[in-house]
């Protein structure tokens, strides 16, 4: 892997301090006027992540953009352990968005299906580490009756995932519009 850039370091600064800000004042909001829990976390997390992949083009600034939005935005939580598996979750999909990202060799010509793919994925990747908690803490029969019961939110959250990535495909145009003329001046 190469090194980090100036560039990239600025860039996965900002946007973790995007992803960062909106989680702490405006996720539980968001959460509560549409009652789905990680709104914020999911959507924009996702949205943030392709913008990123495309805007420098290397493995790793994602996973390092979302390993710090995780640790940020969970350390402060009141059930530490619960907060930190949560967290690794995010770090784990961020790392899954990345390796899945720039596994094709040209970047340009990831389509629509397969940034869904990427997102689907990297979104259940994501919820891993937390149904991994549940299975250890309640048993397998605890975790058998617990499962259904959570599979919607599962699914709630993996839809996020991937409309977030979806917004990002279509946002993506005006940005590297702006970057492109920025450079010409």
């Known amino acids: 892997m190469k090194r980090l850039s100036t560039r990239d370091i600025a860039l996965v600064a900002a946007f973790s301090a995007i992803w960062i800000a909106s989680e702490t004042y405006f996720g539980r909001t968001i959460s509560l006027i549409t009652g789905v829990h990680g709104v914020i976390q999911r959507f924009l997390g996702w949205l943030l992540m392709l913008i990123m992949a495309r805007i420098t083009g290397r493995f790793g600034n994602v996973t390092i953009m979302a ?21 690794l979750g995010y770090a784990l999909g961020g790392l899954a968005f990345d390796l899945l990202y720039f596994l094709p060799k040209n970047q ?64 993506l145009p005006l940005i590297e519009a702006g970057t492109t003329s920025l450079r010409r001046e």
């Open 67 to 87: 390993t710090v939005s995780s640790l940020a935005t969970r350390i402060s939580r009141s059930m530490q352990i619960y907060a930190l598996f949560v967290g």
């Open 108 to 171: 340009n010509d990831i389509g629509k299906k397969y940034t869904i793919f990427v997102s689907l994925v990297s979104g259940v990747a994501a919820s891993m580490p937390y149904v991994l908690l549940y299975f250890f803490t309640l048993g397998f029969y605890g975790f058998l009756i617990w499962f259904p019961t959570y599979l919607p939110n599962l699914v709630k959250s993996v839809g996020l995932s991937i409309l977030g990535a979806l917004t990002g495909l279509s946002v």
